[in-house]
């Protein structure tokens, strides 16, 4: 019989923030890894975005679930480009292979989200930059632990 996994709790204000990997974002956006769920192919992590800062294009290859804690979140390229705005306090949910070409903060920002499946960033023609599952993360994680 599988064994079951153990439960898990993180006191989020005792945990550093790491910087998020400049290849994946820019202006200055951290985060913290909160959990990773092999079984589920999950991750979960809270970002810290200050005002100018954004991701890199991408695709959600699994569905994801995010709350906007503090600030604004033009996702898609804002409600004016044909996405959404997300304002504090706000909920999204981001289907299985939604493209988010342009995800900015105008204001600084916080948001925890739960990723059900790897992360595509891609190139703007499409192509591969690198697949971010909940290993690659982790790795990712404990590395920018262990040189901190």
């Known amino acids: 019989m599988k064994a079951k996994l153990d439960e898990e709790y993180v006191q989020i204000d005792q945990v550093d923030w790491q910087p998020f990997p400049a290849a994946f974002s820019t202006g200055g956006i ?20 200050p005002a100018g800062s954004s991701f ?7 569905p ?10 033009d996702v898609r390229g804002g409600k004016a480009n044909g996405g959404a705005t997300a304002v504090a306090p706000g909920y999204g949910y981001e289907s299985a292979n939604s493209r988010h070409d342009q995800t900015a903060f105008s204001v600084d920002s916080e948001f925890y989200m739960t990723f059900t499946g790897p992360l595509q960033f891609i ?7 690198a697949v971010i599952g909940w290993q690659e993360a982790q790795g990712a994680w404990a590395a920018l632990a262990a040189a901190a």
């Open 30 to 49: 951290r985060w913290k890894l909160l959990h990773v769920s092999p079984e589920r192919g999950a991750w979960s992590a809270i970002f810290d975005c």
């Open 56 to 62: 890199a294009s991408h695709i959600h290859i699994g």
């Open 64 to 73: 994801g679930e995010y709350l906007l804690t503090k600030g604004v979140m």
């Open 123 to 129: 190139k703007p023609d499409g192509s591969t930059v």
